[in-house]
């Protein structure tokens, strides 16, 4: 890829790829410290995760909660105040180990930079179905912490087996009368600890070899139709919501065979740093994080992502 440069190219300082929490926070932080970065937002997924949610009631600072794209609009903006280069486009090719990182964009632009930070989180897995695409947001989610308080004394759903599923399950009745926890096996691959916290719960009911095959409502979620995985019956049943919890996708597809990821491709970061194995390459938000994915350690870990570059710049 470098071969189409010139060699009166400019080399930037800092590229951030990704923005949500992490991305804007990195890019905020790094403007403040005069970087000049550019911070590519993806361009679909510009603002990440929270774009897809509605209101963020935990996120410090916001006594009355604030919506998700707003909360994203105003990082972005508060990252533009400071001189970052917003650019609503992807970057399609990435060539980081040599000292010079070489990035293209998907309109074939070829930038160059000295450090890059790399914010370009996880996606929820899906179960696949085109009306779950459909009512996300209305009564689909993929996180309990983030939308279950809409969901007080109704029943829901949440599918999954593994401890994702149980903890979403066993948060949830904190607000749902009933939660029905469906799993298309016959035993959980969840921890010990977690599928005997579930089953004594009496607010959460197993549908044991059962998989969701249609989301059903028109403008927002009524009823599942499930499938029976052993007979392969068919039924119907009503809820109110759907919460999927079949896990997580690192966005990491860019950088295999470059950084170090671990076995679900999710990056390594040194100690508590946000250093990846590749000199000038740093790495912050979900696509380091296993256990927490939120907003605020999303934040968090932006800012240190960009103390780490800013640090490496300056020597």
Known sequence: MSDVMSSNEKVHNLVIVGSGPAGY????YAARAQLEPIIYEG???????????????NFPGFTDGVMGPDLMDSMRKQAARFGAQLITDDIVEMDLKSPIKVLKDGSDNVIR??????????????IGLE????????????????????FRDQTIAVVGGGDSAMEEASFLTKFA??????HRR????????MVERVLANPKIEVLWNTEVTDVLGEAKVEALQLRDTVTGSESKRD????????GHIPRSELIVGQIDLDNEGYVKAEGRSTRTNLSGVFACGDLVDH?????????????????????FLSH
């Open 291 to 311: 256990t927490y994915r939120q907003a605020i350690t999303a934040a968090g870990s932006g800012c240190q992502a960009a103390l780490d570059a800013e640090k």
């Open 113 to 126: 930079a000295k450090a890059v930070i790399l914010a370009t989180g996880s996606a929820y897995k899906e």
């Open 25 to 28: 926070t990195a890019a905020i």
């Open 177 to 182: 009368s009933k939660v029905v926890l469906i």
């Open 43 to 57: 361009s679909v997924t510009a603002g990440g995760a929270l774009m897809n949610t509605t209101e963020v009631e």
């Open 186 to 193: 016959s035993e959980f691959r969840a921890s010990k600890i």
């Open 131 to 150: 009306n779950e695409k459909r009512l996300s947001g209305r009564g689909v989610s993929w996180c309990a912490t983030c939308d279950g308080f809409f």
């Open 239 to 246: 809820f109110t919501g759907l919460f999927v919890a079949i």
